[in-house]
């Protein structure tokens, strides 16, 4: 059995004109175990879209649509199997099938529980770790990174489904220009956005071979700020065992003075094999 530490940190936005500010992102860390194979953890985040209306009820039903669903699925296929004799471990395949029909419920969530005349919408990224393997997968911005201890490399592993990437793909300019941060902000999926969601709208890939020293760190866009992949790296680089909560209070302070958006992040660590 994997150990790990978990770390869990929120901030809401500094109100304007000393009015009351609501956090509109919701996140949730839950683990789950059957009968007696290994232990399922599940990092859930959504960021609640504050150029809309009612971000923050749209992140809330987007987390309980997909850990609901998530939960009665993950019920459902150990059912159909020989509870004795299946283990999660060996079908990765099946369980990112269980967290796109998550997605898929958590957008039906947000869509049926909105106020009809008023437009909202939400992002949400989520890693289930299973053992020695993880399934990642995203709607939306909100970042999901991977650090692999040995040789100590930072992954993007979520898509980042704005604009400002898709023009960074073909090539309109650099990540990270000015332009990029224009554009950053303008999302072309996301929870909310239409009545329901296909596969290819759902961003899902698997990773193997979780080590002892591994993280993930996934968060909403205001946790992130303007921090580049290698600075992100040099951070998670220089935190000693058992200080990694150091990183994302260093995280959301640099992000603060880049944008005055809620921050919400979790940090995942594989402690001990």
């Not at 289930?128 to 040789?151: E, F, K, L, M």
Request: negative net charge; contains cysteine; charged residues 30%.
């Amino acid at each position: 059995m994997k150990e790990y530490r978990i770390y869990m940190k929120t901030n809401g936005a500094k109100p304007k004109n000393h009015r009351i500010r609501v956090n509109e992102d919701r996140f949730l860390f839950s683990e789950y175990r059957f009968m007696e194979d290994i232990n399922i953890k599940v990092l859930v985040v959504a960021d609640g879209m504050g150029g809309m209306q009612d971000g923050d009820k749209a992140a809330g039903n987007a987390v309980r649509g997909f850990s609901r669903t998530f939960y009665d699925k993950l019920v459902g296929l150990y059912m159909e199997n020989d509870v004795n004799m299946f283990s999660i471990s060996c079908f990765a395949e099946k369980l990112c099938v269980i967290v796109k029909e998550a997605f898929k419920a958590a957008n039906d969530d947000v869509c049926k529980k909105a106020d009809a005349i008023k437009p909202t919408g939400t992002t949400c990224s989520v890693v289930c770790i299973a053992g020695g393997y993880a399934v990642a997968a995203n709607v939306g911005d909100s970042p999901i990174y991977y650090y692999h201890a040995q040789p100590r490399e930072l992954r993007l592993i979520s898509k980042l489904q704005t604009e400002a990437e898709l023009d960074v793909e073909a090539g309109r300019y650099e990540r990270y220009s000015p332009e990029y941060y224009a554009n950053s902000n303008v999302l072309y999926q996301s929870l909310g956005a239409y009545s329901s969601l296909d596969d290819e709208d759902i961003f899902c890939c698997v990773l193997g071979k979780i080590c002892c020293g591994d993280m993930f760190l996934l968060g909403t866009d205001g946790a992130f700020g303007r921090w580049e992949k290698h600075e992100i790296l040099e951070l998670l680089d220089s935190c000693g065992e058992g200080k990694e909560g150091d990183v994302l209070s260093k995280l959301f302070e640099r992000a603060r003075e880049d944008t005055n958006d809620d921050q919400t992040a979790i940090l995942y660590v594989v402690s001990k094999e």
